[in-house]
């Protein structure tokens, strides 16, 4: 189910380290992921997405990594810039369409 | 192409009032989703629509919430009766069709007083 009324987890890098992010999903039925980056005060901003006929994505320095067995996915950020720091969500879509968030993770670029 | 278009920004109402939000999906956009957002939490589901049908709306409270997302014109989220307990950010976000990328407009802040 969703996540939500925890604070939110923080991950905290060196700039020029990559950056792994981890997400837990509920339904072993979802079939279309995406991850979403929020900076303060604005709405989600898309970053990649993966289908679960794949278990692995590639785009501009980010990589999304889906494990079905352990209904997991992650996000990895290579070369994390402190543009990168925002709240990291993942989200995952059910049969009928409807997209489901995760708790979302912090992550914090230390100059 | 303008992206979501969220309305207003920045909402008051008093206690006891209504709040009408407005969201405005990309063009070719026919699916919908509203979210509910308190600070440093999670995105939580509330209504999903695709043109004139409420899809799935088990994240909406029983009571004094409706949305709807009419053949033409925006998709409005209604809270009646506001409480405070409804202060929070709502976004809403569009696909042209389920199972793909989604946009988020930029967030209503309704502050209850």
């Known amino acids: 189910g969703e996540n939500v009324g925890l604070h939110l987890p923080t991950l905290s890098v060196q700039e020029g380290d990559n950056s792994i992010i981890n997400c837990a999903y509920s339904?072993?039925?979802?079939?279309?992921f995406i991850w979403y980056k929020q900076e303060s005060g604005k709405g989600p901003q898309f970053i990649i997405d993966?289908?679960?006929?794949?278990d692995k994505r590639q785009g501009q320095r980010v990589t999304v990594l889906l494990n079905k067995t352990v209904k997991h996915l992650s996000l990895q950020i290579a070369a994390t810039q402190p543009g990168d720091s925002a709240v990291y969500f993942c989200?995952?879509?059910?049969?009928?369409?409807?997209?489901?968030f995760g708790a979302g993770t912090r992550l914090t670029v230390k100059p | 192409n303008a992206g979501v278009m969220q309305n207003p920004r920045h909402l008051v109402r008093r206690r006891g009032q209504e709040a009408r939000l407005r969201c405005s999906p990309m063009?070719?956009?026919?699916?919908v989703y509203w979210y509910r957002q308190l600070p440093e939490e999670g995105l939580k589901f509330m209504v999903y629509?695709?043109?004139?049908?409420?899809?799935?709306e088990s994240g909406m409270p029983k009571e004094r919430f409706s949305a709807e997302f009419p053949k033409e014109g925006p998709s409005i989220l209604r809270i009646q009766q506001v409480v405070r307990g409804d202060s929070a950010a709502y976004f809403c976000?569009?696909?042209?069709?389920?199972?793909?990328?989604?946009?988020f407009g930029q967030g209503t802040r309704l502050t209850v007083v």
């Open positions: 976000a569009s696909s042209p069709q389920g199972k793909t990328e989604a946009f």
């Open positions: 339904n072993s039925a979802s079939d279309y």
């Open positions: 993966i289908r679960s006929n794949m």
């Open positions: 989200a995952e879509t059910y049969n009928n369409n409807d997209m489901r």
């Open positions: 063009k070719g956009h026919s699916h």
């Open positions: 629509l695709q043109k004139e049908n409420i899809i799935d």
